[in-house]
């Protein structure tokens, strides 16, 4: 019984931080910008950039997300600009087989060394 | 002028003593002579009390903005307030190589001292390892990154250190991350000392344990430091930016908890002993990976130092021929290693340790791979691609998944055998009403991955039962306790900000205002102002929350003029539940404000659960009792 | 076994050093360069002079080579190349569109009364977003269209004699 009351308390306690969100637009639109590079500020994204440069690429991520652009599409059409750079998200192509592959390569070669050290399979 | 050349010579000295020191230990190897014992840790004192002389004459050379000196030139002027007048000192490129050098031969010096217990051959072995890096070091500083090189004539000013820098969280910021790194030179000097010896036992690893443990503790809060400083000076409320010289740093942190881990096991259960010395090998090299990374020039980030690629080479050189030595010694010896055939049971303490090893040695590949791999792709294919959140998110948080499981249940496991797997109804109840209570949040919500939701679940299920385990008041565990509540409040606060945190960005003129949620935020005026050297903007903005509660807040633009930079000083409101977060940007030739106000819900618990991980580290230093 | 490993790792190492080493010496500042032919996508501006709304596909109607400059009166490097667009509008081959970027109207019509109107039609670019559809991040930058519609060159910085000769081989 405690313990339901205790995990009651703290299940209010994180509710206390519930607010409804109408600001849909806004986090799709904030998305694309952490996601695309500044050419000018070249460590950080055009949500963190204050170059003029940035504000441009602002302008036209809304201007192309108001004429009914997906998010996908509106990342194709910048790569197709400044190359695949632009976007911090790298695709899944020829380029990047062992970029996403090799971590999952050595968790799976960790999980065989693992099983061969444990008293799992029997000879 | 005098500094200078005392800081110079005072280096020069210090490669002397530090070439007896390498000769001197060679020879006692094969003869072991108590006289000349003594006289190392003299001479260990001396080695670091010159480059200690060192260092202080450049803090002198700062603090009097003595001009004749090329680096205080570079990083100083004389309105910096005295503080970062010295905190500059370490702020720079050379000036930082000496830090890193003043405490690496402060933890050798420590490190003699305090090995007593261990056999004389294997304390002599680590002095020569850890030699050869110090000497390594002092070339590299004394040939391509000199701090006293002097420029005639003296100029009558300096080019000014960033504004941006000049803050005290970040002063404080890498002594303490150094502190961290260079620590663990000694966990590999020893490592291969005693590899070599035959010595990787139970009491090797309690010996070693202190070291690791400290290292990790200053890993831990010099990497918050600089998360903590991100997010209050870099403007946009961010603190973790998978930037690549934060990947670099947390690395060698991965690194060594996997290490903290395996030590463990080591010194219980004497087991893992060729994974260890591995574990130590990469530690350091992923230290001094970073160190090369951060200062060649061959990554693209924010926080680089000055790009300089002969330094690169000279580190890349470097590092090369320690892990290529390290390697060999390792190929050579591993015989010395008892290893046996043990079979892990599978409920048991050392599995599940293993299995923590598996987690965050992938967790490491991953931020690896994805921050060398766009280097990788270029210089082989001349093509260049961007790795950023999107890529670590996803490669990251399904596997965090089971990890927190494993690191809910794996620490109430017994060693050797777990003879009873009670309480499994207890645990299968809690993670039941987690799932519950996690589907019900995101509900309310409205929005949402099943990734997401199972996730949260995830870490409310970490959360009750380290907060169990920690009022449990089991003594004999308590900085595990500490350490694992911290970490489960840790996932479960970033979880939780990320989730709910709420922006508004809009261009503001004076006068205006614009409805957030349930409040309005209004723009009541401007106020200019000037200060020792920079000009000042202050924002007003009233927010009305939806029962009348007025906050008001002063975000302000800093114009500075030496040199010319514009930056902006977020206010920011804390308390337990939230920090409300303002910033106003100038916009161009224009008469209105950008500007952006941010929610974030439990951010103070980030900061404060990365201290408890730390002080559950420091407190095993305070144990009384052994097991 | 053991030797085994221990080459297989060594081999790794070399490998690794020898790719580090090697991008040491690549910049590590990114140009978006143009790696092969692109089409030219629509864009809208305002005309220069008449403030007009100007589709692109009005503007590049003809079966010409045109040249693309964007430039600005405060940009010191469009005063250099200047004479080389000059030299070019002489030549006849080409058309030169320009686009003036985030300028003051006064400022860039004093430029252009100064040293010269190479354009025969200019465009405004007041907020950046007509560059960034171009693909350009900054000024002065110049893209060669072919007569199929294709952005066949793109210069990044000013004209240089080396580029202008480069320009007169390719619409000659």
Avoid at chain 1, 86 to 110: A, M, R
Avoid at chain 2, 305 to 329: H, K, M, T, Y
Avoid at chain 2, 389 to 405: A, E, G, V
Wanted: aromatic fraction near 16%; charged fraction near 15%; charge should be positive.
């Amino acid at each position: 019984m405690k313990i339901i009351n205790f995990l009651l308390i703290i299940f209010l306690y994180f509710s206390s931080f519930v607010s409804f969100s109408n600001e849909k637009n806004f986090d799709l639109e904030n998305k694309i910008f952490k996601n695309l590079r500044c050419i000018i500020c070249q460590g950080q994204s055009i949500y963190d950039s204050q170059s003029d440069f940035a504000e441009s690429m602002k302008l036209v991520v809304k201007q192309k997300l108001d004429s009914g652009m997906s998010e996908e599409e509106i990342y194709i059409f910048f790569k197709n600009q400044y190359g695949e750079w632009i976007s911090y998200d790298p695709e899944f192509n020829t380029k990047t087989y062992f970029l996403w592959g090799l971590p999952v390569l050595i968790f799976l070669l960790g999980g065989a060394i693992i099983l061969r050290k444990l008293a799992v399979l029997k000879n | 002028m005098i500094f200078n050349y005392i800081g110079n010579y005072s280096l020069i000295i210090s490669v002397i003593i530090s070439l007896t020191i390498f000769f001197l230990s060679i020879s006692n190897l094969q003869k072991i002579n108590i006289q000349k014992k003594i006289n190392l840790n003299k001479l260990n004192f001396f080695q670091f009390f010159f480059v200690l002389v060192s260092f202080f004459s450049l803090v002198v050379l700062f603090v009097l903005s003595e001009f004749s000196n090329i680096t205080v030139f570079n990083n100083s002027h004389t309105t910096k307030p005295l503080f970062y007048k010295i905190s500059g000192t370490w702020g720079n490129h050379e000036g930082s190589l000496l830090l890193w050098l003043l405490i690496l031969t402060l933890c050798l010096f420590i490190y003699y001292l305090s090995s007593k217990s261990r056999p004389v051959k294997e304390r002599l072995l680590t002095l020569i390892f850890q030699e050869v890096i110090i000497i390594g070091f002092l070339i590299f500083l004394i040939k391509t990154s000199n701090p006293f090189n002097q420029i005639f004539p003296i100029p009558k000013e300096g080019l000014g250190l960033n504004p941006i820098l000049q803050d005290p969280i970040l002063a404080i910021h890498p002594p303490v991350l150094y502190l961290g790194y260079v620590s663990t030179s000694i966990i590999f000097s020893s490592s291969l000392a005693s590899l070599v010896q035959g010595n990787i036992n139970s009491l090797w690893a309690k010996h070693i344990k202190k070291w690791i443990f400290a290292s990790w503790i200053f890993l831990t809060v010099g990497i918050l430091l600089g998360s903590i400083w991100a997010y209050y000076e870099l403007g946009w409320g961010g603190f973790w930016f998978w930037d690549p010289v934060e990947n670099i740093s947390l690395m060698p942190w991965l690194s060594l908890t996997a290490l903290l881990h395996c030590i463990l096991v080591l010194e219980k259960r004497s087991l893992l002993s060729s994974w260890t010395i591995i574990l130590s090998i990469s530690t350091f090299t992923l230290s001094v990976c970073g160190t090369f990374l951060v200062r060649s020039g061959i990554l693209n980030s924010v926080h680089t130092f000055a790009n300089d690629p002969e330094r690169g080479l000279f580190i890349l050189i470097f590092l090369f021929i320690l892990v290529l030595l390290s390697l060999i010694i390792y190929f050579l010896f591993e015989k010395n290693l008892k290893t046996n055939n043990y079979k892990f049971n599978l409920f048991t303490k050392e599995s599940s340790i293993l299995i923590n090893n598996w987690f965050v040695m992938y967790f490491l590949s991953v931020i690896l791979i994805g921050t060398i791999y766009p280097i990788f792709l270029e210089v082989l294919s001349d093509q260049k691609i961007s790795v950023g959140p999107p890529f670590f998110n996803k490669l990251l948080i399904p596997f965090l998944i089971p990890f927190l499981i494993f690191m809910s249940i794996g620490p109430n496991l017994k060693w050797i055998k777990n003879k009873n797997f009670g309480n499994k109804i207890q645990l299968l109840i809690f993670f039941i009403l987690n799932l519950t209570m996690s589907f019900f949040i995101f509900n309310m919500f409205g929005t949402i991955t099943l990734t997401s939701t199972i996730l949260l679940a995830a870490s409310f299920y970490l959360f009750f039962i380290t907060f169990k385990d920690l009022i449990k008041k089991d003594y004999k565990n308590i900085s595990q306790a500490i350490s694992h509540f911290g970490f489960s409040l840790l996932i479960l606060s970033i979880l939780m900000n990320s989730i709910l945190s709420k922006e508004i960005i809009a261009n503001l003129k004076v006068g205006e205002e614009i409805k957030f949620m349930e409040s309005t935020i209004k723009f009541k005026k401007v106020e200019n102002s000037s200060r020792s050297n920079f000009k000042s903007l202050v924002g007003f903005f009233e927010i009305n929350s939806k029962d009348n509660k007025k906050f008001l807040f002063k975000p302000e633009i800093r114009i500075y003029n030496q040199p010319q930079v514009i930056t902006s000083e977020a206010d920011i409101k804390t308390n337990f539940f939230k920090d409300k977060f303002f910033v106003i940007n100038l916009v161009k030739g224009e008469d209105y404000f950008n500007i952006r106000y941010q929610e974030k819900p439990l951010m103070i618990w980030i900061w404060l659960s990365t201290i408890l991980i730390a002080i559950g580290g420091s407190v095993s230093f305070l144990k009384r009792y052994e097991k | 076994m053991k030797n085994r490993y221990f080459f297989i790792i060594i081999v790794l190492f070399f490998f690794f050093f020898i790719v580090l080493f090697k991008g040491l010496k690549n910049p590590n500042v990114y140009i978006p360069e143009l790696q092969k032919e692109k089409n030219l996508s629509r864009f809208e501006a305002s005309d220069f002079y008449s403030n007009k709304k100007t589709s692109s596909l009005d503007v590049f109607n003809d079966n010409n080579f045109y040249l693309i400059n964007i430039w600005a009166s405060w940009c010191i490097p469009c005063r250099e190349e200047h004479d080389y667009l000059i030299k070019l509008k002489e030549q006849n081959l080409i058309k030169l569109i320009g686009i003036n970027y985030k300028d003051n109207f006064k400022n860039a019509k004093k430029f252009l009364n100064e040293m010269g109107n190479p354009y025969s039609k200019i465009l405004k670019d007041e907020n950046g977003t007509v560059s960034i559809q171009l693909g350009a991040y900054g000024v002065p930058e110049t893209f060669i269209i072919d007569k199929n519609k294709k952005i066949i060159k793109k210069i990044i910085g000013p004209i240089d004699k080396k580029i202008y000769n480069e320009i007169l081989l390719i619409i000659k």
